[in-house]
């Protein structure tokens, strides 16, 4: 694996001794064996990468439109040129199984043609006034350097998501990754250098730049007014310091947390469908996404016919290395990740839960990877572990009786992002997807929580500020100027 890894950063003309030179461990979670090391940076790097990225965007706001729009597609070409390269490296940081880091590039891929058009459609408007010779026109100008914070779960399309948009609105992008998967920020930051090289407008040296760094360096730069916005994914705890950061200084914060998502299963539901997207939601990534199925409630009718099926498909679920072609899930990506699904699972025993399945797995001796088998846990009532948003393939089921109570106990958990309902009742099925239904970002009937990620992600938590649209995504990265003529002089 570590070959493949060298291959990569060959290919793609990485700094060999910058990812060895340091002593921050990026590790792989397949194996548990050191694939990169790099250095942290410290306040002066932060302030020197801020910095850069002012110069940097005051000439990339001078671009036209057709010239970001340009970028954007050689970008593209180059993602799509690379994309076994990037694929590999997604799975060796991560441990996603292959069909999931192909469709994370596949989606990033689809994601710069449409962001390759928003150049054009940046037009402002011009407003009738009552006064005489009064001319009142809207235009729309970039912000500045803007800061994308992203976790190891989509290290990839959420930094995609963010970036590409800042950049086609004439801003320019500091990059801050998860240290969990920085090799391939850095994969993808040297992709869009190539670009760069073979574009036609002037393309600053500087226009997107990675910050490897700690907390309170991330905490740095979320305090500095030179970086007019910043979007981050990640935990809510995180999202909180850095949005009374950002707000303390009247910036703008588009922020993306929590999860802890939740299903229910009517009476009238259909079983096969229901257990057929519960178990696909709940091992997505080994439960490791934002948008995985944590919590269960089943009337009490269904009860007993769709938690016995559950349990047995989760005791069918092939869990294997990312690259055995009929693994279903990979590992948990560190061993903080397996302390906290175990701490969590003997927590539910203790609060009265029944755990079926959650067992270390061995693959390949490899002592220093996590591999799990998914747990159900048969809850007598929903309790403060089963509100903690956990990243693992554990799934909490509950009982209830009345579908009013049952809604209550989703809207529980405030961040929560995408609940959905298995009903062939109508009214249950306008009555979740109602004002007083569930309280989140997406909302399905019929179908999983997994697959709505993008929607999740441009919603973004209702907690959070600067949500943006996904028809006009790029707002938030700009700021509309007013400008008022009076020629009646």
């Not at 910058?18 to 990026?26: A, Q």
């Not at 399945?357 to 403060?384: C, F, H, S």
């Given at each position: 694996?570590?070959?493949?890894?060298?291959e990569?950063?060959?290919?793609?003309k990485?700094?060999?001794?910058?990812?060895?030179?340091?002593?921050?461990?990026?590790?792989?979670p397949?194996?548990?064996?050191?694939?990169?090391?790099?250095?942290?940076?410290?306040?002066a790097?932060v302030e020197?990468?801020i910095?850069?990225?002012?110069?940097?965007?005051?000439?990339?706001?001078e671009v036209?439109?057709?010239?970001?729009s340009?970028?954007?597609?050689?970008?593209?070409?180059?993602?799509?040129?690379?994309?076994?390269?990037?694929?590999?490296?997604?799975?060796?940081?991560?441990?996603?199984?292959?069909?999931?880091?192909?469709k994370?590039?596949?989606?990033?891929?689809?994601?710069?043609?449409?962001?390759?058009?928003?150049?054009?459609r940046?037009?402002?408007?011009?407003?009738?006034t009552?006064?005489?010779?009064l001319?009142?026109?809207?235009?729309?100008?970039?912000l500045?350097?803007?800061?994308?914070?992203?976790?190891?779960?989509?290290?990839?399309?959420?930094?995609?998501?963010h970036?590409?948009?800042?950049?086609?609105?004439g801003?320019?992008?500091?990059?801050?990754?998860s240290?969990?998967?920085?090799?391939?920020?850095f994969?993808?930051?040297?992709?869009?250098?190539?670009a760069?090289?073979?574009?036609?407008?002037?393309?600053?040296?500087?226009?997107?730049?990675?910050?490897?760094?700690?907390?309170?360096?991330l905490?740095q730069?979320?305090?500095?007014p030179?970086?007019?916005l910043?979007?981050?994914?990640?935990?809510?705890?995180?999202?909180?310091?850095?949005?009374?950061?950002?707000?303390?200084?009247?910036g703008?914060?588009?922020?993306?947390?929590?999860?802890?998502?939740?299903?229910?299963?009517?009476?009238?539901?259909?079983?096969?469908?229901?257990?057929?997207?519960i178990?696909?939601?709940?091992?997505?990534?080994?439960?490791?996404?934002?948008?995985?199925?944590?919590?269960?409630?089943?009337?009490?009718?269904?009860?007993?016919?769709?938690?016995p099926?559950?349990?047995?498909?989760?005791?069918r679920?092939?869990?294997?290395?990312?690259?055995e072609?009929?693994?279903?899930?990979g590992?948990?990506?560190?061993?903080?990740?397996?302390?906290?699904?175990?701490?969590?699972l003997?927590?539910?025993?203790?609060?009265?839960g029944?755990?079926?399945?959650?067992?270390r797995?061995?693959?390949?001796?490899?002592?220093?990877?996590?591999?799990?088998?998914?747990?159900?846990?048969?809850?007598?009532?929903?309790t403060?572990?089963?509100?903690?948003?956990?990243?693992a393939?554990?799934?909490?089921?509950?009982?209830?009786?009345?579908?009013?109570?049952?809604?209550?106990?989703?809207?529980?958990?405030?961040?929560?992002?995408?609940?959905?309902?298995?009903?062939?009742?109508?009214?249950?099925?306008g009555?979740?997807?109602?004002?007083?239904?569930?309280?989140?970002?997406?909302?399905?009937?019929?179908?999983?929580?997994?697959?709505y990620?993008?929607?999740?992600?441009?919603?973004?938590?209702?907690?959070?500020?600067?949500?943006?649209?996904?028809?006009?995504p790029?707002?938030?990265?700009?700021?509309?100027?007013?400008?008022?003529?009076?020629?009646?002089?």
């Amino acid at each position: 694996m570590f070959r493949r890894v060298a291959e990569i950063v060959n290919l793609l003309k990485l700094d060999i001794d910058f990812l060895s030179s340091g002593n921050c461990v990026d590790y792989s979670p397949v194996n548990g064996e050191n694939i990169a090391s790099f250095p942290l940076g410290d306040e002066a790097t932060v302030e020197r990468t801020i910095a850069r990225s002012v110069e940097a965007f005051r000439e990339w706001r001078e671009v036209p439109p057709t010239g970001r729009s340009e970028l954007i597609r050689l970008f593209a070409d180059e993602l799509r040129a690379n994309k076994d390269d990037i694929v590999d490296l997604i799975m060796i940081e991560t441990g996603k199984i292959r069909s999931a880091a192909l469709k994370e590039v596949e989606r990033s891929i689809s994601l710069c043609e449409s962001v390759a058009s928003i150049p054009q459609r940046l037009s402002g408007v011009s407003a009738p006034t009552e006064s005489h010779k009064l001319v009142i026109s809207q235009s729309w100008l970039p912000l500045g350097p803007v800061a994308v914070v992203t976790s190891f779960n989509f290290p990839l399309r959420v930094w995609a998501l963010h970036a590409l948009v800042a950049l086609a609105c004439g801003n320019s992008v500091i990059w801050r990754p998860s240290r969990k998967a920085t090799l391939t920020a850095f994969a993808v930051t040297s992709l869009l250098r190539r670009a760069k090289a073979r574009c036609s407008a002037n393309c600053p040296e500087y226009l997107a730049q990675i910050l490897i760094c700690d907390h309170p360096e991330l905490m740095q730069l979320a305090k500095n007014p030179k970086v007019p916005l910043v979007c981050a994914t990640g935990a809510p705890a995180m999202a909180r310091k850095i949005q009374g950061l950002v707000g303390e200084r009247l910036g703008r914060s588009i922020l993306a947390t929590g999860g802890n998502n939740a299903a229910l299963v009517a009476p009238s539901a259909d079983i096969d469908l229901a257990v057929n997207h519960i178990v696909r939601s709940t091992i997505a990534d080994c439960g490791q996404r934002g948008t995985s199925l944590q919590r269960l409630f089943c009337h009490s009718s269904v009860y007993d016919k769709i938690v016995p099926r559950l349990k047995d498909e989760f005791r069918r679920v092939y869990v294997n290395s990312p690259f055995e072609r009929q693994s279903m899930i990979g590992p948990l990506i560190d061993k903080v990740a397996y302390d906290t699904m175990r701490l969590s699972l003997e927590q539910a025993t203790v609060d009265g839960g029944v755990v079926s399945g959650g067992n270390r797995l061995d693959v390949g001796n490899y002592r220093d990877a996590y591999y799990v088998q998914p747990a159900l846990v048969e809850m007598p009532k929903q309790t403060g572990i089963v509100k903690t948003e956990l990243l693992a393939p554990v799934l909490y089921v509950m009982r209830y009786d009345d579908f009013d109570q049952a809604m209550e106990e989703i809207n529980a958990f405030p961040q929560t992002l995408v609940s959905c309902a298995f009903t062939n009742d109508l009214k249950e099925a306008g009555a979740f997807s109602s004002l007083d239904g569930a309280h989140t970002n997406v909302a399905t009937v019929n179908a999983g929580t997994v697959g709505y990620d993008l929607a999740a992600m441009f919603g973004t938590d209702r907690n959070a500020v600067g949500s943006g649209t996904a028809s006009e995504p790029w707002r938030p990265f700009m700021q509309a100027k007013s400008c008022l003529v009076n020629f009646n002089c």
